[in-house]
């Protein structure tokens, strides 16, 4: 176990954006998102940040290949895949666990590319959360958000940053910025906060949730329910869920039309859009509903049913905070009776 | 607000019982105290789960589009704030939603609550927060906290633009009637102050933070396009994501274009932005530009009314005054 003083984590970070590209939660104009570290840059220790840290691997935008004409031929140019080392700060359990899943879907074969570079390229720290929040539901999904599965763990205690390395990928990234860190007998102290933090989330409000009857085989019994109908009433079709969500993965291929050529691009897509998985005979959702459905069945049946029984939601809460109306996978889940309370 | 919440299920039981109206269009609970959602009730005893409650921020007016397109038999009740009755006769004047198929109860208000406010004053785990007047007790899972209530206000709340109603079959208020919100151009004021490079930082910090999740278009009330242009693969604009920093720019730039002179300032679009962009300013900005131009003018105010975009006087500005101003 390492520690450093939370005085001198700017050391920590110079240390470790020497030789790597470093995000970590920062606030800009009031809002806390991961952002690429600067001299200077403050960490901002807020629970949760606006968007996810899913950006670091499958960005919101990227170029994958472009065709430019001249000459009467046409010239293809791939974008090259990613090389730069990244490390990710400050990321929850919740998000930790949202990044397996997002692996479930970009490095089963055929692997994404771009992806798994970014992937291998990174190394996550992760922080214990120490004070979660009302919106938090982790625990629902087996997650524990006083011991997040990373390269490397740490904890705020009091003045101090705790620090463990977790992984090989960790074990380095420690020997990297060992100058800035020292070695400590701190068990007693991280033992001590996990067991706060445990306690604190077993009392959450949401804690009670229960996800009986979702699983890969739920399609027949919840597919035609009548209650989806009132959950999606009021759903604005924006895609404010999805897109602050940690594990929504969908996304869109687009040709821009660069006046001399085409930029391909993939963007993230929303499935609450009433143009998703638009085909040439039109969109097999016409209905807000039944985008709205499609979207929780995703995540608590379709997406188990084919990988192993694994839930595409982590309980970060994102979707309870930002959703315009209100209306979110709890809601789903407590609506379909799911709520032990 | 919870003698109107009262007084408001009794009544809309009366009216779903009676035939008038055939449902409802309110506020459901939620699993906290903030987080209520807009709903339609169809029998009385639903009702119960209808909230009125100093998080009912949510502007109900433009789910009317829809269901007066509907097939649905018999009158939609819907409870308007007074500030909701903006954009409610705005949508009649811009014949998007039918009056004779919508009974209005105007629902008083003394001002709703942002929860995102309480967050940035620093309550962590936020599980209730009780209305006491000028004070807010508010019950976090690290303890018990106090803040004054005023400091709490949804931006368009402190800007209130008063207690009157401009469109009610019936009006339900037990408030005393306050006063008239603070100066709503004081924050254009302050961005006018500005130099343009000084400006142009500030706007980029801002909208560099668009996701474009399209929740400020998709609950804006003058924003009711069959197919936005911005959705529509052959308008050539069509974008589900910022392709570079200007487009987000380019993004709710149009789209403060497209509703100067029908915005009625009811301030949905950065009530719901999940970054936090104070959108609002940028229609205050036109909304005082149309004021100076050709004189005061609130959009909604009445039915009916001619804004001063579409109308033409002789005592209008002339071209070459606006675009002079347009250089400043």
């Known amino acids: ?274 143009d998703f998985t638009m085909m040439a005979h039109g969109t097999p959702r016409p209905s807000q509903l039944q985008r709205f459905r499609q979207r929780f069945m995703h995540k608590l049946v379709y997406f188990p049913a084919n990988n192993d029984g694994m839930y595409s939601c982590v309980g970060c809460g994102r979707c309870v905070n930002k959703c315009p109306i209100s209306m979110n996978i709890a809601k789903v889940i407590k609506a379909f009776g799911g709520d032990k309370s | 607000m919870q003698k109107v919440r009262g007084l408001v299920i009794k ?69 308007l704030k007074p500030c909701d009755t903006y954009s409610f006769n705005q949508l009649l004047t811009e014949h998007r939603i039918d009056r004779d198929k919508i009974y209005v109860i105007g629902v008083g208000c003394k001002g709703m609550l942002d929860i995102e406010k309480l967050k940035a004053m620093g309550f962590k785990g936020i599980t209730k927060v009780l209305d006491n007047g000028d004070e807010l007790d508010i019950k976090t899972i690290y303890g018990d906290k106090k803040c004054k209530r005023a400091d709490a206000l949804l931006e368009k709340c402190v800007c209130c633009k008063g207690k009157d109603f401009k469109a009610f079959d019936e009006v339900i208020d037990v408030e005393e009637p306050g006063e008239k919100g603070a100066d709503r151009f004081e924050g254009v004021a302050l961005l006018e102050n500005m130099t343009s490079e000084e400006r142009f930082a500030f706007w980029n910090n801002e909208l560099s933070k668009c996701i474009r999740c399209n929740a400020c278009r998709n609950v804006c009330p003058a924003c009711s396009c069959m197919k936005c242009v911005f959705d529509n693969p052959v308008s050539g604009a069509a974008g589900k994501v910022n392709s570079n920093s200007f487009e987000e720019k380019m993004f709710h730039i149009i789209r403060a274009f497209h509703v100067a002179g029908r915005c009625t300032d009811c301030g949905e679009c950065s009530r719901v932005c999940p970054q936090g962009i104070p959108l609002h300013l940028l229609n205050r900005k036109f909304i005082k530009d149309i004021d100076e131009l050709y004189g005061d003018y609130q959009a909604g105010e009445e039915v009916g009314s001619r804004a001063p975009l579409v109308n033409f006087t002789f005592d209008d500005a002339e071209p070459s005054i606006v675009h002079e101003r347009g250089n400043e």
């Open chain 1, 1 to 274: 176990m390492y520690t450093i003083e939370k005085s001198k984590l700017s050391d920590l970070f110079g240390a470790i954006s020497a030789s790597c590209e470093l995000y970590l939660p920062v606030k800009k104009a009031g809002q806390n998102n991961f952002t690429k570290y600067e001299a200077g840059t403050e960490y901002c220790d807020e629970l949760k940040t606006v968007k996810s840290p899913k950006d670091m691997f499958f960005p919101q935008s990227e170029n994958i290949v472009s065709f430019e004409k001249t000459d009467g031929k046409i010239k293809v140019t791939p974008d090259t895949i990613p090389t730069e080392k990244t490390v990710v700060f400050g990321v929850r359990a919740c998000d930790v666990a949202s990044f397996d899943v997002l692996d479930r879907v970009f490095l089963s074969e055929p692997a994404d590319s771009f992806y798994k570079a970014r992937r291998e390229n990174c190394t996550v720290v992760a922080t214990a959360c120490s004070e979660p929040e009302e919106s938090c539901f982790c625990s629902v999904f087996g997650i524990d958000p006083s011991e997040p599965k990373a390269d490397v763990a740490t904890w705020f205690v009091g003045e101090k940053l705790y620090w463990k390395a977790l992984t090989e990928k960790g074990e380095e990234l420690t020997k990297a910025v060992a100058s800035v860190l020292t070695e400590e007998n701190a068990d007693g102290t991280v033992e001590a906060e996990k067991a706060k933090i445990k306690e604190i989330v077993k009392n959450l409000p949401l804690a009670s949730l229960s996800l009986d009857g979702w699983d890969g085989d739920a399609t027949e019994a919840k597919f035609d329910a009548p209650e989806w109908e009132k959950l999606s009433a009021s759903c604005l079709g924006c895609g404010a869920c999805t897109f602050v969500c940690p594990t929504c993965q969908c996304y869109d291929i687009r040709d821009y039309d660069t006046g001399h050529g085409i930029q391909r691009y993939r963007c993230w897509d929303s499935c609450m859009y009433n």
């Open chain 2, 11 to 79: 009544r809309a039981g009366e009216l779903l019982s009676d035939g008038t109206v055939t449902r409802v269009l309110g506020y459901k609970c939620g699993d906290f105290f903030y987080d209520v959602t807009p709903a339609f009730f169809e029998s009385a005893d639903q009702l119960s789960d209808l909230e009125y409650g100093s998080f009912c921020g949510a502007n109900l007016s433009k789910y009317l589009i829809n269901a007066c397109k509907d097939q649905k038999e018999g009158k939609i009740l819907v409870l």
